[in-house]
């Protein structure tokens, strides 16, 4: 059972473009969402986060938006850069239980110079 | 370096043989998890432990054991390994800070069973 659902496998998008990331979510009870970024050979690094009282997060060219009542989440990248280019994973947990993350599959970004 | 560190980096076994991944942190994080990382499937959580000696499954635990006598290492040992069991494994371990709640993870193992 995928619990998060994260779409497209897959974005090309050229530098200077957005970069959009979607997940949808079916446990209501999750309240902690992160978004992890991988470069090839390396483990995930957390990215951002955002807790469910809040609808958007900015920090720097990244932005999460939250929509509690879709069950959804996604990922802005502002002004994509080549550097970007990396697999990034949504999840998301529930704190009260070790924040026992369960990811989505997972999209591999790539930004064309 | 401060950090979690995973050894071996890259291995190849056959089938029906033990393996150990070694997994060590230096921080004293009270948190740490194994996941594999499989195309199309993300990471999935094979085991965690809040603390030494406390130890639960995850998604995926079946064919895996691991212990912790101590804080900084949390091992995973695969009792007889199997083609299924190929994949690449990554340790973490869990900081709350004023950030929020992070998964930090160690570089990864990249596990061939043939």
């Known amino acids: 059972q995928q619990q998060v659902k994260q779409s497209p496998q897959s974005l090309i998008v050229q530098k200077g473009g957005i970069s959009i990331i979607n997940c949808a979510y079916e446990n209501t009870a999750f309240d902690y969402f992160p978004w992890y970024q991988q470069f090839p050979g390396k483990g995930p690094a957390l990215l951002i986060a955002?807790?469910?009282?809040?609808s958007e997060k900015k920090e720097g060219r990244f932005t999460i938006s939250f929509n509690k009542s879709a069950k959804q989440f996604s990922l802005h990248i502002m002004d994509s850069q080549p550097g970007d280019s990396a697999t990034y994973f949504c999840a998301a947990s529930i704190q009260f239980y070790g924040n026992k993350l369960v990811f989505g599959a997972g999209t591999i970004l790539r930004v064309k110079s | 370096d401060a950090g979690i560190t995973q050894s071996p980096r890259y291995k190849i076994t056959e089938t029906g043989r033990q393996v150990t991944l070694m997994c060590h942190q230096t921080w004293s994080h009270s948190y740490m998890f194994w996941y594999r990382q499989d195309l199309g499937h993300g990471l999935r959580l094979i085991y965690y432990s809040a603390a030494a000696d406390i130890t639960d499954k995850g998604e995926v635990p079946d064919g895996y054991v691991v212990s912790r006598s101590k804080t900084e290492n949390f091992p995973l040992t695969l009792e007889s390994a199997t083609r299924s069991q190929t994949s690449v494994y990554f340790c973490a371990s869990r900081l709350e800070d004023t950030r929020g709640d992070t998964q930090y993870f160690g570089p990864g193992t990249r596990l061939t069973v043939l």
């Open positions: 955002i807790r469910p009282d809040v």
